[in-house]
């Protein structure tokens, strides 16, 4: 069973800096993009940062946050800095495109989330 695990999330104060991981373990044959989408309080779940054949950024994150990936770990990174208090929310990690075996029909799976905090 594939997983994704999460972790780097928590309480910051504005200007500052989090790494955040995720790490998908299980049976996994190949990946096709892994990223970051957050949501906050009140508000539809949104794109942050994903590593595929390209790197795609949301406008909001540019020059602040960086993403990167480790293929042979299964495992993607997200660097935030000069963080603000609108970046508040919880963080989720997508693995897309995801195949466990070769002739599977690959599939999206998502970690359970990690909140960050910034506070003014």
């Known amino acids: 069973q594939v997983q994704l695990v999460e972790s780097g999330g928590g309480l910051v104060q504005a200007g500052g800096s989090l790494r955040l991981s995720c790490a998908a373990s299980?049976?996994?044959?190949?990946?096709?993009?892994m990223g970051w989408y957050r949501q906050a309080p009140g508000k539809q779940r949104e794109l942050v940062a994903t590593?595929?054949?390209?790197?795609k950024y949301a406008e909001f994150v540019k020059g602040r946050f960086t993403i990167s990936r480790d293929k042979d770990k299964n495992t993607v990174y997200l660097q935030m800095n000069s963080l603000k208090p609108e970046d508040t929310a919880v963080y989720y990690c997508?693995?897309?495109?995801?195949?466990?075996?070769?002739?599977?029909?690959?599939?999206?799976?998502w970690g359970q989330g990690t909140p960050v905090t910034v506070s003014s």
């Open positions: 590593s595929g054949g390209s790197t």
């Open positions: 997508n693995a897309g495109g995801l195949r466990e075996w070769a002739w599977e029909q690959p599939k999206d799976y």
């Open positions: 299980g049976s996994i044959f190949s990946i096709n993009t």
